[in-house]
């Protein structure tokens, strides 16, 4: 839209252009009526002929123009008191022509132009970059409904896009979806398929596709080859809905294809056509035709019309049964019949004889009949002039195109073919559309019998108010559908290919063979997977070789265990074997590591119960069951294999306070050992029999696993371990439910599902008390087990006072649940995993992600130290540089940052300072150094806040000695000398204003010297390294400072020479002054510089002055030197 604003104006000067070209073939002809009236002229713009003078698409409908000026200048009510004359234009269908006459109409001030009746988006262009009211009766064209560009530009004739939305709102209404749209290849009906395609890509549901057909084909000649049996024969398997946008004679011919192709007969296909031109045709042209369309029966008058248009009852043609019947299948989207009363023959008449007279002079052998052109042209001539009429009625501008026809937009009016008609926003006409259908009349009037065939409209589509457009059903006129009682589907049920149904004879042929290979495949799998399960017992895949075991023995959980190692392991930075814990006996089997479970036994017998439970064994597998490895059944080394894991158990854990257990690391432990028991529960090994926080284990990625389960039978007949302690056996069964501590050694080994959920609830209470089960209880470890086994009423159990504090509510709950007496009482597992669901929602729903979260725990800590030792080290390197830069210039310290050997370097010319404080010695004799220390300050942050306005660099300071230096490391040319000489006056102007703090009395008298020349500079030292100057300039420059007076400025000669070239500085000559090593030499004073040279914007810091200090200042008396 942006690029079409620019090109506007280049469009309106090509226009423009284009008129004075033409201008001087433009031949109007021109008519005039004189009744003694003011005068107004419109004027209109029309093919009459073509440029080869064959029948322009005009003639004859143009004589209905001036029929409505006629009718104008008669009528009362529209312009009364003036006479309406028109010129009208043979535009031969040039552009050139008609932008011709408009330009010259528009300069001699017409009101407006009907037309150009051939082609419009150039004209109408033109016409509204004039403001010039323009309403064309022919235009089908998309660009000109554009309001910002064609403004002044109205049409009666409907666009073709406008049967878009009552197609739409057809299929809509018949639920059809999917569609196949055969449109004819101009650019009229591509306009309306392309309209209807963006209203189709806007719903998913809907499913267009596409086919053209040659804009050549004539369906009346016997002779030519009709493309549409191709199209039906390529598109029938995959549509049952067409949509037809062609000429009303291709639409029949589509039909009669269709029937022909044998897609119609069925009734479940249909065809949906849109006639867009209604034909008004003279009845002389159908002369097999005995009737007229003055019956008095609407319902006749209105078959008859349509029934002329597809040409259904010619007689004088083989295909018109063929028609009539594939009529039957079809909805036809049209206007409303334009029917031939007498008013209408009498109007045709008049069109016909205004086109045979002046000023047309046509001949009658070209054309007999008038067509909707005439009426469009009436009702753009009448609705033009209606509208110049309300705008005089309005007081405004007739001449203001805008103004004018701002009153015909959205406004409806009868139109001269007996219809409403309206313009709409976009000042497009606008016309009522109907749905034709051939049906039986259901009553007989007007001759006709009931039941009678015929082309009737069953409703019509109105447009709201609010732009959407509604169906209006006839409620005496229903659709009859061929051989069916409802509308055809768009797709059959069970789809094109039959996808969406199913075959249950073809199912059933395919089912009882598939079965039978199913079965004898399945018997066969059976006993495959029972001679693989003997083989896998038999075949000892879990026996281990002792020889190829490595141990090392067992270390002290006292072994460091830091937060440092931890965190490392966990992020996998360092492995510290040194730092992690050693639980149990530990070995290495084929480059495994593994925690060694000794069995006290002195052989196993490999019965068929042993070696199934070490096949299940070697089949577990999850994340959160501990791995087992192998078994070793050679004597003394009896010892079952589990994977190791490094960071110990559970109970270790808990027990060691460097490790902090936030909620969401306690969360992922026990989401873990839920999981764990989850599996176990429902694997064959059914329950683990003596769950406690020693046999959870942790793995490096802190994923725990539970371990020493199952094997019971292996076990099973193994000796009590000599070297546990009574108390060490006490202190396991605190886990163990108190149904099994009532059965003793009768106990199952593998104990209950019930029994494992009392042991869970005990670890959770030492999970969030982080202490050992009972810690609470004052009793001794037998007696705790006595009273947990006796069941008393209420039971005992742990006190949850630590745990009451740290845990939320929905672990409390679980734990009272989990360790009720009664064994039926508790949850399963699947209903403790609900209950604890609440811990859940701040964890990730897989290992890695929960793992990664815990880990970022431990490691934020360290970042954070890292961050801030870092900011602490860039803050420190910034004042180090900061520093630098105030030693040595900053191009001198940028290269020793870089590490790059500063050279020293020869200067050709620079400009030095020097100045002292006269009578500064006695001043010093009279303070204390502390006084002195501030006076110096105080003075020197003055100057140093003058020159860093400057381009100078301080040396260095010793005493009450300053010196400055201008055209190093940096050379500036000749401005060195500049430079200084303004500093130099700068800074004697502003010790004339220092106050002494401790002797506001005394005024400070500075004594400058200034000499140019050449020197070395380069940096001294390693330790408080400087950047020094060397030369005689150095020397003859404090010399000129020495040999100076209070309060002047001592320039060399050399200096001057600088200076005079530069300009602007006022020396006042001294006379010949003897300095040491150079004779006597010729000096002057610095006494004045041009005023735009100092810097007047910079602010010295102020002096931190005591009142009493202030008021001595005042009082000073000023010294005649100052």
Same mark, same amino acid.
């Given at each position: 839209?942006?690029t079409i604003?620019?090109?506007?104006?280049?469009?309106?000067a090509?226009?423009?252009?284009m008129?004075?070209?033409?201008?001087?073939?433009y031949?109007?002809?021109v008519?005039n009526?004189?009744?003694?009236?003011?005068?107004?002229?419109?004027?209109?713009?029309?093919?009459?002929?073509?440029?080869?003078n064959?029948?322009?698409?005009?003639?004859?409908?143009?004589?209905?123009?001036?029929?409505?000026?006629?009718?104008?200048?008669n009528d009362?009510?529209i312009l009364?008191?003036?006479d309406?004359?028109?010129?009208?234009?043979?535009?031969?269908c040039?552009i050139?022509l008609?932008?011709?006459?408009?330009?010259?109409?528009?300069?001699?001030?017409?009101?407006?132009?009907?037309?150009?009746?051939?082609?419009?988006?150039?004209?109408?262009?033109?016409?509204?970059?004039?403001?010039?009211?323009?309403?064309?009766?022919?235009?089908?064209?998309n660009?000109?409904?554009?309001?910002?560009?064609?403004?002044?530009f109205?049409?009666t004739?409907?666009?073709?896009?406008?049967?878009?939305?009552?197609?739409?709102?057809?299929?809509?209404?018949?639920?059809?979806?999917?569609?196949?749209v055969?449109?004819?290849?101009?650019?009229?009906?591509r306009?309306?398929?392309?309209?209807?395609k963006?209203?189709?890509d806007m719903?998913?549901?809907?499913?267009?596709?596409?086919?053209?057909?040659?804009a050549?084909?004539?369906?009346?000649?016997p002779?030519?080859?009709?493309?549409?049996?191709?199209?039906?024969q390529?598109?029938k398997?995959?549509?049952?809905?067409?949509?037809?946008?062609?000429?009303?004679?291709?639409?029949?011919?589509f039909?009669?294809?269709?029937?022909?192709?044998g897609?119609?007969n069925?009734?479940?296909?249909?065809?949906?056509?849109?006639?867009?031109?209604?034909?008004?045709r003279?009845s002389?042209d159908?002369?097999?035709?005995?009737?007229?369309?003055?019956?008095?029966d609407?319902?006749?008058?209105?078959?008859q019309?349509?029934?002329?248009?597809?040409?259904?009852?010619?007689y004088?043609?083989?295909?018109?049964?063929?028609?009539?019947?594939?009529?039957k299948?079809?909805?036809?989207?049209?206007?409303?019949?334009?029917l031939?009363?007498?008013?209408?023959?009498i109007?045709?008449?008049?069109? /016909? =004889?205004? +086109?045979?007279?002046?000023? !047309?002079?046509? *001949?009658? $052998? &070209?054309?007999?009949? /008038? =067509?909707? +052109?005439?009426v469009?042209? !009436?009702d753009? *001539?009448? $609705? &033009?002039?209606?509208?110049?009429d309300?705008?005089?009625?309005?007081?405004?501008?007739?001449?203001?195109?805008?103004?004018v026809?701002?009153?015909?937009?959205?406004?409806?009016?009868?139109?001269?073919?007996?219809?409403?008609?309206?313009?709409?926003e976009?000042?497009?006409?606008?016309?009522s559309?109907?749905?034709?259908h051939?049906?039986?009349?259901?009553?007989?009037?007007?001759?006709?019998?009931?039941?009678?065939?015929?082309?009737?409209?069953i409703?019509?589509?109105?447009?709201?108010e609010?732009?959407?457009?509604?169906?209006n059903?006839?409620?005496d006129?229903?659709?009859?559908?061929?051989?069916?009682d409802?509308p055809?589907?768009?797709?059959?049920?069970?789809?094109?290919?039959g996808?969406?149904?199913?075959?249950?004879?073809?199912?059933?042929?395919?089912?009882?063979?598939?079965?039978?290979?199913?079965?004898?495949?399945g018997l066969?799998?059976?006993?495959?997977?029972?001679r693989?399960?003997e083989?896998?017992?038999?075949?000892?895949?879990?026996?281990?070789?002792w020889?190829?075991?490595q141990t090392?023995?067992?270390?002290?959980?006292?072994q460091?265990?830091?937060m440092?190692?931890?965190?490392?392991?966990?992020?996998?930075?360092i492995?510290?074997a040194?730092k992690?814990?050693?639980?149990?006996?530990?070995?290495?089997?084929?480059?495994?590591?593994?925690?060694?479970?000794?069995?006290?036994?002195?052989?196993?017998?490999?019965?068929r119960?042993?070696?199934?439970?070490?096949?299940?064994?070697?089949?577990?597998?999850?994340?959160?069951?501990?791995?087992f490895?192998?078994?070793?059944?050679?004597?003394?080394?009896?010892?079952i294999?589990?994977?190791?894991?490094?960071?110990?158990?559970?109970?270790?854990?808990?027990?060691?306070?460097?490790?902090?257990?936030?909620?969401m690391?306690?969360?992922s432990?026990i989401?873990d050992?839920?999981?764990?028991?989850?599996?176990?529960?429902?694997?064959?090994?059914?329950?683990?029999?003596?769950?406690?926080?020693?046999?959870c284990v942790?793995?490096?990625?802190?994923?725990?696993q539970?371990?020493?389960?199952?094997?019971?039978?292996?076990?099973?007949?193994?000796?009590?371990?000599?070297?546990l302690?009574?108390?060490?056996?006490?202190?396991?069964?605190?886990?163990?439910?108190p149904?099994?501590?009532?059965?003793?050694k009768?106990?199952?080994?593998?104990?209950?599902?019930?029994?494992?959920?009392?042991?869970?609830?005990?670890?959770?209470?030492?999970?969030?008390s982080?202490?050992?089960?009972?810690h609470?209880?004052?009793?001794e470890?037998?007696?705790?087990?006595?009273?947990v086994?006796k069941?008393?009423?209420?039971?005992?159990?742990?006190?949850?006072?630590?745990?009451?504090?740290?845990a939320?509510?929905?672990?409390?709950?679980?734990?009272?649940?989990c360790?009720?007496?009664?064994?039926?009482?508790?949850?399963?597992?699947?209903e403790?995993?609900?209950?604890?669901?609440?811990?859940?929602?701040?964890?990730?729903?897989?290992?890695?992600d929960?793992?990664?979260?815990i880990?970022?725990?431990?490691?934020?800590?360290?970042?954070?130290?890292?961050?801030?030792?870092?900011?602490?080290?860039?803050?420190e390197?910034?004042?180090?540089?900061?520093?630098?830069?105030?030693?040595l210039?900053?191009?001198?310290?940028?290269?020793?940052?870089?590490?790059?050997?500063?050279?020293?370097?020869?200067?050709?010319?620079?400009?030095?300072?020097?100045?002292?404080?006269?009578?500064?010695?006695?001043?010093?004799?009279?303070s204390?150094?502390?006084?002195?220390?501030?006076?110096?300050?105080?003075?020197y942050?003055?100057?140093?806040?003058?020159?860093?306005?400057?381009?100078?660099?301080?040396?260095?300071?010793i005493?009450?000695?300053?010196?400055?230096v201008?055209?190093?490391?940096?050379?500036?040319?000749?401005?060195?000398?500049?430079?200084?000489?303004?500093?130099?006056?700068?800074?004697?102007?502003?010790?004339k204003?220092?106050?002494?703090?401790?002797?506001?009395?005394?005024?400070?008298?500075?004594?400058?010297?200034?000499?140019?020349?050449?020197?070395?500079?380069?940096?001294?030292?390693l330790?408080?390294?400087?950047?020094?100057?060397?030369?005689?300039?150095?020397?003859?420059?404090s010399?000129?400072?020495?040999?100076?007076?209070?309060?002047?400025?001592?320039?060399?000669?050399?200096?001057?020479?600088?200076?005079?070239?530069l300009?602007?500085?006022?020396?006042?000559?001294?006379?010949?002054?003897?300095?040491?090593?150079?004779?006597?030499?010729?000096?002057?004073?610095?006494?004045?510089?041009?005023?735009?040279?100092?810097?007047?914007?910079?602010?010295?810091?102020?002096?931190?002055?005591?009142?009493?200090?202030?008021?001595a200042?005042?009082?000073?008396?000023?010294?005649?030197?100052?």
């Open positions: 839209m942006a604003r620019l090109l506007f104006p280049l469009v309106v090509v226009m423009i252009t008129v004075r070209s033409a201008t001087l073939h031949n109007p002809t008519i009526l004189d009744r003694g009236r003011p005068k107004l002229h419109i004027g209109m713009l029309t093919s009459w002929t073509n440029a080869d064959s029948q322009g698409t005009g003639f004859p409908s143009a004589g209905a123009f001036p029929l409505a000026i006629q009718y104008a200048n009362m009510d009364h008191g003036y309406i004359n028109f010129e009208w234009v043979d535009t031969h040039d050139n008609g932008m011709a006459a408009i330009s010259d109409w528009w300069k001699r001030g017409f009101l407006g132009v009907i037309g150009p009746g051939c082609g419009c988006t150039y004209e109408g262009r033109l016409a509204s970059a004039l403001n010039f009211p323009m309403i064309d009766y022919a235009c089908d064209e660009p000109v409904s554009n309001k910002e560009f064609y403004p002044t109205l049409r004739i409907p666009p073709s896009i406008q049967v878009v939305d009552s197609i739409l709102l057809t299929l809509d209404m018949y639920d059809w979806n999917q569609v196949t055969v449109v004819e290849n101009i650019t009229k009906y306009n309306v398929f392309n309209t209807m963006e209203q189709f719903r998913e549901e809907w499913e267009i596709l596409h086919e053209e057909y040659y050549g084909f004539d369906p009346w000649d002779d030519a080859a009709e493309p549409f049996t191709d199209i039906i390529r598109t398997k995959t549509t049952r809905i067409y949509v037809f946008f062609g000429d009303s004679g291709d639409l029949r011919q039909a009669i294809s269709a029937l022909d192709v897609i119609l069925s009734g479940d296909y249909a065809i949906v056509g849109a006639v867009i031109d209604l034909e008004i003279d002389q159908y002369h097999s035709l005995e009737y007229t369309l003055e019956a008095s609407y319902l006749e008058q209105i078959n019309a349509y029934e002329q248009m597809f040409k259904l009852r010619e004088t043609r083989t295909d018109d049964e063929r028609a009539l019947e594939a009529m299948s079809v909805l036809i989207v049209t206007g409303e019949p334009v031939r009363s007498q008013a209408w023959h109007y045709s008449a008049i069109v /016909i =004889d205004n +086109a045979l007279d002046e000023p !047309f002079n046509g *001949t009658l $052998e &070209l054309k007999t009949d /008038i =067509d909707m +052109a005439s469009y042209i !009436f753009a *001539t009448t $609705e &033009l002039l209606k509208a110049l309300a705008t005089l009625q309005a007081g405004g501008d007739m001449y203001d195109g805008s103004q026809v701002s009153n015909l937009f959205n406004t409806s009016y009868r139109s001269k073919a007996k219809a409403d008609y309206q313009f709409d976009n000042g497009d006409g606008e016309k559309y109907v749905l034709l051939r049906i039986p009349i259901p009553v007989g009037d007007g001759g006709m019998p009931p039941g009678s065939p015929g082309m009737y409209p409703g019509t589509f109105v447009r709201a609010s732009g959407h457009w509604s169906f059903k006839d409620p006129l229903n659709p009859v559908w061929h051989n069916r409802d055809p589907l768009d797709m059959p049920v069970c789809g094109f290919h996808e969406l149904c199913t075959n249950w004879g073809l199912y059933l042929g395919t089912l009882i063979p598939a079965f039978i290979i199913i079965f004898g495949g066969g799998y059976y006993i495959y997977r029972k693989a399960y083989a896998a017992l038999d075949s000892l895949v879990w026996k281990v070789d020889k190829e075991v090392r023995e067992s270390e002290t959980n006292s460091g265990f830091s440092k190692s931890m965190v490392l392991s966990a992020i996998s930075v492995s510290n040194e992690q814990q050693i639980f149990a006996t530990i070995g290495t089997y084929r480059g495994t590591i593994c925690a060694i479970h000794a069995v006290h036994k002195n052989h196993i017998d490999l019965t119960a042993v070696r199934t439970e070490l096949k299940l064994m070697r089949d577990m597998r999850h994340d959160n069951i501990c791995p490895i192998g078994a070793c059944i050679d004597r003394p080394h009896i010892c294999l589990m994977h190791y894991c490094a960071k110990g158990s559970l109970q270790d854990i808990m027990e060691n306070d460097d490790i902090k257990l936030d909620s690391f306690l969360a432990l989401a050992l839920v999981k764990g028991l989850v599996y176990l529960h429902s694997s064959e090994i059914k329950s683990h029999g003596h769950l406690k926080s020693s046999n942790v793995d490096n990625r802190w994923v725990l539970i371990t020493d389960y199952g094997l019971h039978e292996f076990r099973k007949g193994q000796k009590e371990d000599v070297d302690g009574e108390h060490a056996k006490l202190a396991r069964k605190l886990w163990t439910a149904e099994h501590l009532r059965e003793g009768s106990m199952h080994p593998g104990g209950t599902p019930k029994g494992d959920i009392y042991s869970f609830s005990i670890i959770l209470t030492e999970m969030y982080r202490q050992e089960p009972f609470e209880n004052d009793l470890l037998a007696d705790i087990i006595a009273r086994s069941g008393e009423v209420p039971p005992y159990r742990p006190v949850l006072n630590a745990v009451n504090e740290a939320p509510d929905c672990v409390l709950t679980a734990i009272r649940a360790w009720v007496e009664d064994p039926m009482e508790r949850p399963n597992i699947i403790v995993r609900t209950m604890l669901a609440p811990l859940q929602k701040g964890l990730k729903p897989n290992i890695l929960n793992m990664i979260a880990m970022e725990r431990y490691t934020n800590n360290l970042e954070e130290l890292v961050d801030e030792r870092t900011q602490e080290l860039q803050k390197k910034a004042k180090t540089e900061q520093l630098l830069h105030r030693m210039p900053p191009s001198i310290a940028s290269q020793l940052i870089k590490g790059i050997s500063v050279l020293p370097e020869t200067f050709d010319m620079v400009s030095i300072f020097f100045s002292d404080i006269v009578g500064f010695t006695a001043l010093s004799a009279a204390t150094p502390i006084q002195v220390v501030n006076m110096l300050n105080d003075l942050t003055l100057f140093d806040a003058i020159i860093a306005n400057y381009d100078v660099y301080k040396v260095e300071t005493g009450d000695a300053y010196m400055l201008s055209g190093l490391p940096i050379r500036n040319g000749d401005r060195h000398a500049g430079q200084i000489a303004s500093t130099a006056y700068h800074l004697l102007e502003s010790v204003n220092f106050i002494v703090p401790h002797r506001p009395d005394v005024f400070l008298k500075l004594r400058i010297g200034i000499h140019s020349g050449s020197c070395v500079a380069g940096v001294v030292g330790t408080m390294p400087r950047y020094c100057l060397f030369g005689d300039t150095v020397n003859t420059s010399r000129m400072e020495s040999n100076g007076l209070a309060l002047k400025i001592h320039i060399s000669p050399w200096c001057k020479e600088v200076l005079d070239r300009g602007g500085y006022e020396l006042e000559e001294r006379g010949l002054v003897a300095m040491k090593g150079k004779g006597e030499i010729h000096t002057y004073w610095l006494v004045g510089q041009d005023p735009s040279y100092k810097i007047t914007k910079v602010k010295p810091p102020p002096q931190k002055l005591s009142q009493d200090v202030l008021d200042a005042a009082a000073r008396v000023i010294p005649d030197d100052l």
